[in-house]
């Protein structure tokens, strides 16, 4: 795991584990320091600690070990309802008995405000997501997509620093769910306010967030901002799980600082950047991003490692070309080039010379 330095951040968690059984720990010693109105996602496969880890912010779980804290003050002993969070369902947890003004309206009235107050806080927050004339609606008379934007308007309407979301957009369709990814961002960066958000989509988290952590087996693997992550994966959890990677097996034949050879179990020998290997001998997994793949020797430079593909499948997609090659034994190895006119469209059976940048392809630990 990679340490995280705690600071003076807005939500910290300290040293924190979770179990449920008392034997096994489904998150592990998390240290984790989230700036004020930072945007962070929590990203991971199911099980790997990150809705949990949600669930004890929000007070719905209790930390085994370790401290939260929250704008410096411990929470670990604070109720839910004490703590002043905004919450998000994927579910959406309306009221169905109430219209849409008293569904805004409710968390309002726990806190006291007088109803003068109350309706021009609502009024506020549905005209934040575009939702004002829906008001005297009940749920059952919205749309999955108007019932999302009532749930964030209920969340945002009592004004918190934070505001967790758990899975909020995975019930819409794609369309829908890409609008309202733009949206959430907005309203979040124009309001200043801090939001965690927990998915499994890698996609919504690269588009969404100012900072992703990417959990697997109760640990954050990486923490970093989406293009760092993207471009600079620290092993190979991270570089598969976070969008299309081409891996190749084999072993470190030579370490020379910031690049090393290495052989793969085909027998080819290629350069690398060593990133999460320690010494010659040690086998590794590289990886090297599909749009990374050139065909074109005229587009690479004289540095560009070339190796025999051949030519499996040719997909055209639009705006770019999709080729399915096998590389040194691998038959699921892309190269993804952009359509333009010089561009090559490859036939199946065809034998050709592929490349890439030696920076380009990282030499990672290789899972057991």
């Not at 570089?239 to 097996?249: C, H, P, R, V």
């Amino acid at each position: 795991m990679v340490a995280q330095q705690q600071g003076d951040g807005f939500v910290v968690f300290d040293g924190v584990q979770k179990s449920y059984d008392g034997e096994t720990l489904v998150v592990k010693d998390l240290n984790l320091s989230v700036a004020k109105g930072e945007f962070l996602t929590m990203l991971g496969p199911s099980g790997s600690g990150k809705t949990t880890c949600l669930m004890m912010l929000a007070g719905f779980e209790t930390a085994t070990n370790g401290e939260i804290m929250l704008d410096k003050r411990p929470i670990n002993s604070v109720p839910p309802h004490k703590r002043g969070i905004g919450m998000v369902f994927q579910n959406y947890a309306l009221f169905p008995h109430m219209t849409v003004g008293e569904n805004l309206a409710f968390p309002l009235e726990v806190r006291g405000l007088g109803k003068s107050d109350r309706e021009k806080k609502v009024k506020r927050a549905l005209d934040m997501v575009q939702m004002g004339a829906f008001m005297g609606r009940r749920p059952a008379q919205l749309s999955g997509g108007q019932q999302q934007r009532i749930a964030l308007a209920r969340a945002l309407v009592f004004e918190p620093e934070l505001v967790l979301m758990d899975e909020p957009l995975g019930a819409l369709d794609k369309q829908l769910r890409e609008h309202m990814q733009f949206e959430i961002t907005r309203l979040a960066h124009d309001l200043g306010i801090t939001t965690v958000y927990v998915t499994h989509d890698q996609t919504e988290a690269l588009t969404m967030s100012d900072n992703v952590a990417v959990f697997d087996d109760g640990r954050i693997q990486q923490l970093d901002p989406p293009d760092v992550l993207y471009e600079e994966p620290r092993n190979s959890f991270v570089a598969q799980f976070i969008g299309e990677n081409n891996t190749l097996d084999g072993v470190v034949k030579e370490i020379k600082g910031d690049a090393c050879v290495v052989e793969l179990d085909s027998g080819a020998l290629i350069d690398a950047k060593p990133v999460n290997i320690s010494k010659v001998g040690e086998r590794t997994r590289v990886s090297i991003r599909p749009e990374r793949v050139e065909a074109n020797k005229e587009r690479l430079d004289a540095e560009a490692h070339l190796i025999d593909a051949e030519v499996l499948e040719f997909i055209y997609m639009g705006d770019v070309f999709r080729t399915r090659l096998k590389v040194a034994g691998n038959e699921n190895f892309i190269m993804k080039t952009r359509n333009a006119p010089d561009q090559v469209r490859h036939k199946k059976g065809e034998k050709i010379k592929i490349g890439w940048m030696p920076k380009d392809c990282r030499a990672l630990d290789c899972p057991t």
